[in-house]
């Protein structure tokens, strides 16, 4: 009888083509790398710069601004608050007769004035030097006596001995270079000029001066002056001057200095 053979019998009834159980885990470790490599770098440059596109500027701006925001009123008013603290400290320090907590408080306010305040010119003034980190070591350490002796004469001394803080810092920037107003002048004008250079100069000199004839009748009040009437200079008479300084030297740099240039460069 004759046999069919395979090749003609039906679909449905030839056997099935099992695959071969040794070649499946090769072809699927073939398959998948490829078709991950080809999916990920399509997945990666359609999906990473959206969205970084769409995160990173919200976050710029929605986070950042918020938080310096939030902070800058508060530091600005910390910062005037503890410049202005001093001279009332010293003012109403005979009212308290108790240099042990005067000496806290100027401690304190030490470095709130160092630590505080916002734009530039307090950025410079917190980028402490050498000479600035030994004159804020020699202030630190007349408070730290102030408050271990409670010794109302070395209360009396401490503002000549920040004003021979202030002659130190000034002083030394005249030495080295640059100056200490060309430092806050260049602040606002980073591009000064040469004449602006040596008119700043000429200004940290006048400082340093002040603080030398500040510093002098300072030391004579703490040793000869009452009580009373070396709190009412040290804490009032002498930031008056400061003052009329400062709007000395500002009327002479905008009638005299400014006027005196223009015409120069004019002609």
């Not at 800058?72 to 008013?77: K, M, S, T």
Request: aromatic content about 8%; proline content about 7%; glycine content about 8%.
């Amino acid at each position: 009888m004759r046999q069919d053979s395979p090749r003609g019998r039906p679909a449905a009834e030839r056997p099935a083509r099992h695959s071969d159980p040794a070649r499946a885990p090769l072809a699927g470790s073939a398959q998948a790398p490829l078709a991950d490599a080809a999916r990920a770098p399509l997945a990666d440059a359609a999906r990473t710069p959206l969205a970084d596109a769409a995160r990173t500027p919200l976050a710029g701006l929605t986070q950042v601004p918020r938080a310096d925001a939030a902070r800058a009123p508060l530091a600005g008013v910390v910062a005037v608050a503890a410049r202005l603290a001093y001279p009332l400290v010293i003012l109403c320090a005979w009212r308290w007769d108790a240099p042990r907590y005067v000496g806290c408080l100027l401690f304190a306010l030490l470095w709130l004035q160092r630590m505080t305040g916002v734009g530039p010119l307090a950025l410079s003034l917190r980028r402490l030097t050498r000479v600035d980190w030994g004159v804020a070591g020699l202030l630190s350490c007349a408070s730290v006596a102030i408050v271990v002796t409670d010794s109302e004469l070395l209360l009396r001394l401490y503002p000549s001995l920040v004003n021979l803080g202030l002659l130190v810092a000034f002083g030394a920037t005249l030495v080295r270079g640059p100056s200490m107003i060309e430092k806050f002048a260049r602040t606002r004008t980073p591009d000064l000029n040469p004449a602006g250079v040596r008119y700043t100069r000429r200004v940290t000199q006048v400082w340093c001066g002040f603080f030398v004839l500040n510093g002098a009748f300072s030391l004579y009040t703490a040793l000869e002056w009452s009580q009373d009437a070396w709190s009412l200079y040290n804490g009032a008479i002498a930031y008056a001057l400061i003052g009329v300084l400062l709007i000395g030297e500002v009327g002479w740099r905008y009638l005299v200095v400014l006027p005196r240039d223009a015409r120069s460069e004019a002609a």
